[in-house]
């Protein structure tokens, strides 16, 4: 009981046999109360792991307690003596690990800053999971599984990254088509806000403006960039309204079909925000 009071996963044998591989040596001073882990006590993590980035983004200010790691072999030092999640966490600090920020111009920053990525040993594939639910696996979820899957079985160093149990895939942020998409929407979002994706199934490519809540779609073999939130509006190639001449952060949609006098309808989208 009295090791069960600081370790919390210790489970109590039933008698004395030979242990199977990994062993877990361990030294209880009676007379002191002190507990030895294959002669490390139980503790806190050191401040270099608890302060680093990727800790704080994946944990937050969560204290874990720790103990020596029995995957030393692996170079694993700690390990949290309770389960998180159902999962068994093991700390190191290896020096290998490629930050968020490395991928800051490869993906839309929202798959970044919103996503932890977890990479699927054995399956050549990466898991973006939404941080509000980083333990739960693409396996596990099933359909209800929110994020996306960055997938490299495609030989030649090819890369899909589509969206889990929906037949889209991400259009290259570097590529021609995305290029074009972010000149059309750059009065209102950067491009590193954009989310560009070509739909299998429409052969269609939507095209999304998370922070604005705004979406567009551009069918295949046509011209005009539509509107989902304005239904019958798409993106007018003439940007010009007359007036308010020095506003840059405007786009301004007209109708796609409807009669003559309908055709002349037009609207301006405005973000909010200050006024320079």
Request: one cysteine or more.
């Amino acid at each position: 009981m009295a090791v069960k009071e600081i370790w919390a996963s210790y489970v109590q044998g039933i008698g004395w046999s030979t242990s199977p591989a990994p062993r877990k040596h361990v030294l209880y001073n009676l007379l002191t109360g002190s507990l030895l882990v294959r002669g490390s006590p139980i503790s806190s993590l050191p401040t270099g792991i608890r302060q680093h980035a990727t800790f704080r983004r994946a944990f937050g200010s969560r204290s874990f307690t720790v103990m020596s790691s029995y995957l030393r072999t692996q170079g694993m030092r700690y390990m949290v003596t309770s389960t998180y999640h159902g999962h068994e966490l093991h700390f190191a600090m290896f020096e290998r690990l490629i930050p968020v920020e490395s991928f800051r111009d490869d993906f839309p920053s929202h798959l970044l800053d919103g996503y932890a990525h977890w990479l699927v040993l054995g399956e050549n594939k990466i898991e973006f999971r939404p941080l509000d639910n980083a333990w739960q696996t693409l396996k596990d979820a099933g359909p209800s599984f929110a994020g996306f899957v960055l997938d490299f079985t495609g030989g030649e160093g090819a890369a899909r990254l589509t969206r889990a149990n929906i037949p889209t895939v991400a259009v290259d942020v570097r590529s021609k088509t995305a290029r074009a998409v972010h000149t059309i929407l750059r009065p209102l979002e950067s491009p590193a806000l954009v989310d560009v994706a070509f739909d299998q199934d429409r052969s269609a490519l939507d095209i999304g403006l998370p922070r604005l809540r705004l979406s567009f779609s551009l069918a295949s073999g046509t011209s005009n960039v539509v509107s989902t939130q304005y239904r019958g509006y798409a993106v007018n190639g003439d940007q010009s309204i007359g007036t308010l001449s020095g506003l840059q952060n405007k786009l301004v949609l007209c109708r796609c079909w409807g009669t003559a006098e309908q055709l002349r309808d037009r609207l301006v989208l405005v973000p909010a925000g200050s006024v320079r």
